[in-house]
């Protein structure tokens, strides 16, 4: 085949090309859109510290039903090892909801367990465009273990090498995690970011920084070691909306997400 008929062919080969990818694509479309229509409400889904998303995989999976969920890998799991700055790791949250969003979802929610749960809070109070809030067994309390002087010789290092303009050095501390303790290594600047004992991971400080009121549910269990301090500790502290619920379940610290798995549920469905 040559000449004028070989050019005609390759012109309806790629014609036929075209059409069968504007199909594809067209399918793709239709079926995104579906799901939308079908699932009013999105969440991206935060493990816990030194875990990873597989660790929050079947809770996730008794909202899907409803939402569609999106579950990520964060900087404190275990693989990452705190690679970079908190105020980074929710900029990688943000490029998350704006992928939903531009999918379609009117309502995204951000939702956490444990150090999952801290980072939903401080999502709302440095970006502050998720449409509600869910904490679920809320963890990581640098301001406790500070207290307690766990990491607290690296953490004030750390704070005088970052205002010294020496944020890249990196140190050493000892990491805790519901009774456990792990070697950790970082730069100092990331350090002081995850540890500061009223910065971001602060959360009655960035409860009360939410950028706007959302609904926001807090999740905690009877034999939570964070149960104790009561309603006062950060939730009251968010700004008041009429959705926003303390639900109380009977759940130690690792398990609460499936416990209240049910509630949580219905709560997002009750929402406006």
Not at 20 to 44: E, H, N, W
Not at 92 to 97: G, I, P
Not at 201 to 211: C, L, N, S, Y
């Amino acid at each position: 085949m040559t000449g004028q008929p070989a050019a005609e062919f390759r012109r309806r080969a790629w014609l036929c090309i075209a059409a069968a990818s504007a199909a594809l694509a067209g399918t793709a479309q239709q079926a995104r859109a579906q799901d939308v229509a079908s699932k009013p409400c999105a969440v991206i889904l935060m493990h816990g510290k030194w875990g990873s998303p597989q660790f929050i995989g079947h809770f996730g999976r008794r909202l899907e039903p409803y939402c569609a969920v999106n579950a990520i890998e964060m900087p404190w799991s275990q693989r990452r090892n705190y690679d970079i700055p908190y105020p980074q790791a929710l900029k990688e949250v943000s490029a998350q909801v704006q992928a939903l969003r531009a999918k379609g979802y009117q309502r995204v929610v951000v939702m956490g367990q444990s150090f999952g749960a801290n980072a939903a809070m401080a999502y709302m109070a440095q970006e502050g465009d998720a449409d509600a809030v869910v904490a679920l067994a809320p963890g990581h309390v640098p301001a406790f273990t500070y207290s307690k002087g766990i990491g607290k010789e690296a953490v004030d290092k750390a704070g005088e090498l970052v205002k010294g303009g020496q944020g890249s050095e990196k140190l050493a501390m000892e990491d805790f995690n519901q009774g456990k303790r792990q070697s950790i290594r970082m730069p100092a600047d990331v350090l002081w970011s995850y540890f500061d004992p009223a910065g971001l991971g602060h959360m009655p400080r960035t409860a009360a920084a939410f950028k706007k009121p959302v609904p926001f549910l807090w999740v905690i269990g009877t034999n939570d070691p964070l149960y104790a301090a009561g309603e006062d500790f950060a939730y009251r502290k968010a700004p008041e909306h009429p959705a926003s619920k303390h639900l109380v379940v009977t759940a130690g610290h690792i398990d609460t997400p499936d416990v209240a798995a049910a509630q949580v549920l219905d709560w997002l469905k009750s929402l406006p």
